[in-house]
């Protein structure tokens, strides 16, 4: 570091930097970058190799004819797949030595013949899963999520499935291992009980191991059943079976701290809470109809029991209402990726699933939610839409 005006006098650096308030590790930072500097700017290059301080090559160089012999042979077909470590020990065995591997790949790099494979790798990318159903047993969806065991049971393994448009728990099992054979037996069992004809129903789940085992494929293939997938690490393209868990795991009577006794300690109590879900649990995302009602048709008589039942209260006290009320209406279709909620008000006529709250009324507040499985919000948080 310079400091203009200072007499050559007998102080040291450390007075000096003192005097000046400037820390000593930043001036002598500061001293080795600029040597750093100058030194770098003092060697001429040439092309992509070193020269010496006075312009001349350095001895070690390959003449331009060893360099285009060299390339000559990296290009043969007997060669042309094989790195230069590889081509170096081949030659060395062959007594032949031309120069080190590390000379081949800056000859290479000078006529830009390198490249790294990974560069050429293309991710191969999904489809979005997009269904629609307008109807029960159109679109079914199914995972699998784990019970925790006892202290040496391990895990037990819940399969279950959902019809995306009734939200009914059509079929479930739990049993020790994931297996494809496992899956492939309820949904045979749940295609015959359901009445299931071929080319109806489009199964969806995640990519799982049981999901696409050979024996699983081929089991929808036979029945008739089309398969559908979610992209890879996207837990949003099977929303329906994931809000199930969630509801299925944050009830009172589900074990937080401990965990089930055994196998049939779960299974007790996946048969309480699944008969809870389908014909008590009146679900926000089916205009507060148990998944029963909607599976079996019964959704168009019991909202118009419903209309008449907000109607009397609107003639009784319409000082009470801002515009005379209307059920919650069944939403026409249920979708997997379908159109945002904007487009589906633009299309579906008939589609007013949410109006304002003073507008909802369906009466019998205190049947909403069973006494053994309710969903107590201050205790479990808010549900979700898809619950």
């Given at each position: 570091?310079?400091?203009?005006?200072?007499?050559?006098?007998?102080?040291?650096?450390?007075?000096?930097?003192?005097?000046?308030?400037?820390?000593?590790?930043?001036?002598?930072?500061?001293?080795?970058?600029?040597?750093?500097?100058?030194?770098?700017?003092?060697?001429?290059?040439?092309?992509?190799?070193?020269?010496?301080?006075?312009?001349?090559?350095?001895?070690?160089?390959?003449?331009?004819?060893?360099?285009?012999?060299?390339?000559?042979?990296?290009?043969?077909?007997?060669?042309?797949?094989?790195?230069?470590?590889?081509?170096?020990?081949?030659?060395?065995?062959?007594?032949?030595?031309l120069c080190h591997p590390s000379t081949m790949y800056r000859v290479l790099n000078r006529n830009q013949e390198v490249k790294t494979k990974r560069?050429?790798?293309?991710?191969?990318?999904?489809?979005?899963?997009?269904?629609?159903?307008?109807?029960?047993?159109?679109?079914?969806?199914?995972?699998?999520?784990?019970?925790?065991?006892?202290?040496?049971?391990?895990?037990?393994?819940?399969?279950?499935?959902?019809?995306?448009?009734?939200?009914?728990?059509?079929?479930?099992?739990?049993?020790?291992?994931?297996?494809?054979?496992?899956?492939?037996?309820?949904?045979?069992?749940?295609?015959?009980?359901?009445?299931?004809?071929?080319?109806?129903?489009?199964?969806?789940?995640?990519?799982?191991?049981?999901?696409?085992?050979?024996?699983?494929?081929?089991?929808?293939?036979?029945?008739?059943?089309?398969?559908?997938?979610?992209?890879?690490?996207?837990?949003?393209?099977?929303?329906?079976?994931?809000?199930?868990?969630?509801?299925?795991?944050?009830?009172?009577?589900?074990?937080?701290?401990?965990?089930?006794?055994?196998?049939?300690?779960?299974?007790?109590?996946?048969?309480?809470?699944?008969?809870?879900?389908?014909?008590?649990?009146?679900?926000?995302?089916?205009?507060?109809?148990?998944?029963?009602?909607?599976?079996?048709?019964?959704?168009?008589?019991?909202?118009?029991?419903?209309q008449l039942v907000v109607d009397k209260a609107f003639a009784a006290h319409p000082e009470r209402f801002g515009r005379a009320p209307k059920a919650?209406?069944?939403?026409?279709?249920?979708?997997?990726?379908?159109?945002?909620?904007?487009?589906?008000?633009?299309?579906?006529?008939?589609?007013?699933?949410?109006?304002?709250?003073?507008?909802?009324?369906?009466?019998?507040?205190?049947?909403?939610?069973?006494?053994?499985?309710?969903?107590?919000?201050?205790?479990?948080?808010?549900?979700?839409?898809?619950?």
């Amino acid at each position: 570091m310079r400091v203009a005006g200072m007499r050559p006098v007998s102080l040291t650096v450390t007075a000096c930097l003192d005097a000046l308030g400037i820390p000593s590790s930043t001036y002598y930072q500061r001293r080795k970058v600029d040597a750093a500097a100058q030194s770098a700017a003092s060697e001429p290059t040439q092309g992509d190799g070193k020269m010496k301080k006075n312009g001349a090559p350095p001895r070690c160089r390959l003449s331009l004819e060893e360099e285009s012999r060299v390339l000559e042979l990296m290009r043969s077909p007997a060669l042309r797949d094989q790195t230069p470590y590889e081509i170096y020990g081949r030659l060395v065995d062959e007594g032949e030595y031309l120069c080190h591997p590390s000379t081949m790949y800056r000859v290479l790099n000078r006529n830009q013949e390198v490249k790294t494979k990974r560069d050429e790798v293309r991710r191969v990318l999904r489809p979005i899963p997009k269904l629609k159903a307008t109807g029960p047993n159109q679109v079914w969806t199914w995972d699998i999520s784990k019970l925790k065991g006892a202290y040496g049971e391990g895990w037990y393994m819940l399969y279950a499935m959902m019809d995306i448009f009734s939200r009914k728990v059509v079929g479930w099992r739990v049993e020790y291992v994931e297996r494809a054979e496992m899956f492939v037996e309820l949904m045979t069992q749940t295609v015959g009980r359901e009445g299931i004809r071929p080319q109806q129903l489009v199964m969806h789940s995640d990519n799982g191991a049981a999901m696409t085992a050979h024996v699983t494929v081929e089991m929808l293939h036979a029945l008739g059943v089309e398969r559908s997938h979610s992209r890879p690490r996207t837990s949003n393209d099977n929303p329906f079976i994931e809000s199930l868990f969630k509801t299925f795991k944050n009830q009172p009577k589900y074990p937080r701290r401990s965990s089930f006794e055994d196998i049939e300690d779960a299974r007790g109590y996946c048969r309480e809470f699944f008969d809870w879900y389908n014909n008590q649990h009146y679900h926000r995302g089916i205009a507060l109809l148990t998944p029963n009602m909607v599976h079996h048709g019964q959704a168009p008589r019991i909202i118009a029991e419903r209309q008449l039942v907000v109607d009397k209260a609107f003639a009784a006290h319409p000082e009470r209402f801002g515009r005379a009320p209307k059920a919650l209406q069944l939403p026409p279709a249920s979708y997997i990726n379908g159109p945002d909620k904007e487009a589906r008000k633009r299309h579906d006529k008939s589609g007013k699933v949410k109006q304002k709250k003073a507008d909802i009324h369906t009466g019998g507040e205190s049947s909403m939610e069973d006494a053994n499985f309710s969903l107590d919000k201050t205790r479990n948080g808010s549900r979700p839409d898809n619950e």
